[in-house]
């Protein structure tokens, strides 16, 4: 997979230095609470294992998968649930832990649909922000590192379902995806 990649963009020191400091700052913010992180499948999955692991007050888990209509979902912010939680959330503080935001389509709908069932709260934890691809109004709560707008692929991020298992945040070189 390696050659594939340009550059790398944070590497795995960068990226687990900078979980450790949002695992603090959760800690700290979330004091005497049990959150509820909801994981949205697939890209957050390591970043959601290591947020966690780095976090010492207690959680709860659960996931959501979300997927976007044909090829052109992404353009038009059509958005479908695909698993849903596996409890209720009412009366819960639930942390959304996310990879990436990107035209913020995904999160706009989920808080909107979380929002909707009675949660004592939401928040929205992102490793990544391409703020400068933003078509929605939304914001993340809690962020890793602002992103350029690249390709980027790793830690949960993929390219035609690759590239997700490497260990840094990389730029894919264009002969990748232009072939
Ligand atoms: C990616 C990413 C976010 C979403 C962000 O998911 O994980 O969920 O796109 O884009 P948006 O802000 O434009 O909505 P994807 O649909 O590629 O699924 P994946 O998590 O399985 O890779």
Redesign the pocket.
């Known amino acids: 997979m390696h050659q594939d990649v340009e550059s790398i963009m944070f590497t795995k020191e960068q990226i687990a230095a900078r979980i450790g400091e949002l695992a603090a700052q959760l800690d700290k913010e979330y004091a005497g609470k049990t959150p509820l992180m909801v994981g ?5 999955v390591m970043f959601y294992a290591d947020l966690l692991r780095a976090m010492t007050i207690p959680v709860e888990m659960d996931f959501i ?4 209509y044909g090829s052109g979902a ?1 353009s038009s912010g059509e ?1 479908k649930l695909i698993k849903d939680l596996d409890r209720k959330i009412e009366g819960k503080d639930v942390i959304i832990v ?12 989920l808080k909107r649909n979380l929002y909707a069932r009675k949660p004592e709260s939401v928040k929205i934890c992102a490793l990544l922000d ?1 703020y400068s ?3 929605v109004p ?1 914001e993340a709560d809690y962020k890793g590192f602002d992103c350029e707008d690249e390709f980027v692929v790793g830690f ?3 390219y035609a ?1 690759r590239y ?1 298992n490497l260990p840094y945040i990389g730029v894919l070189k264009r002969s990748v995806y232009e072939k």
Do not use: N
Request: net charge positive.
């Open positions: 949205i499948l697939k890209g957050s998968a979300i997927s976007s992404k958005v996310e990879d990436i935001i990107d035209s913020g389509y995904t999160l706009s709908y391409k691809r933003r078509v939304i949960g991020l993929d379902e997700r």
